[in-house]
């Protein structure tokens, strides 16, 4: 579980997270999951999170948060 949690904060350092996210808990929960799987899940996240910051943006609006 140690090294699910590893892999965690190294695809997540760039992320920025709420201060109640439970890195070891998700980590208990990714019990079978690759490194390449955990991976994904963090690309995923990352992801999702900044669709929902941009959904109501214009491209312009984006790239000059860029």
Do not use: W
């Amino acid at each position: 579980m140690e090294t699910r949690q590893q892999l965690l904060e190294i695809n997540l350092k760039e992320v920025q997270l709420h201060g109640d996210v439970d890195l070891n808990g998700i980590a208990q929960k990714l019990d079978g999951y690759s490194g390449s799987d955990i991976t994904s899940v963090c690309r995923d996240a990352a992801m999702m999170q900044m669709r929902r910051a941009t959904e109501n943006l214009s491209m312009t609006q984006i790239q000059e948060q860029a």
